[in-house]
């Protein structure tokens, strides 16, 4: 059974990732994205960020402004190489 913490109205796709994207380009520094995607939970909004070092730990506050339930979807940071924004997640 999916997660009850994520149930209930969802904002668009359209509104949510334009929402994501602009706190992305306002406190991130390096490439990013967004898309959705599932897994055993269900569907997710993903935060795609690049990170010279993906073990390091994000900044706290950064991490602040990124809520697990952002407009009703699951969020998920998933931090990729250098690069791997335009090569694996352009369309």
């Known amino acids: 059974m999916a997660n009850l913490a994520f149930a209930g109205k969802k904002a668009t796709q359209q509104e949510v990732k334009k929402a994501l994207?602009?706190?992305?380009a306002d406190n991130w520094?390096?490439?990013?994205?967004?898309?959705?995607?599932s897994d055993g939970g269900g569907?997710?909004?993903?935060?795609?960020?690049?990170?010279?070092?993906?073990?390091d730990h994000l900044d706290k506050e950064f991490?602040?402004?990124?809520p697990p339930k952002?407009?009703?979807w699951r969020l998920v940071i998933l931090k990729v190489p250098i690069g791997h924004v335009k090569v694996f997640y352009s369309s």
């Open 43 to 55: 569907h997710i909004l993903r935060a795609i960020v690049e990170c010279e070092n993906t073990d």
């Open 29 to 37: 520094p390096n490439a990013f994205t967004v898309d959705f995607h």
């Open 63 to 66: 991490k602040d402004k990124l």
């Open 21 to 24: 994207m602009l706190i992305l």
């Open 70 to 72: 952002f407009m009703g």
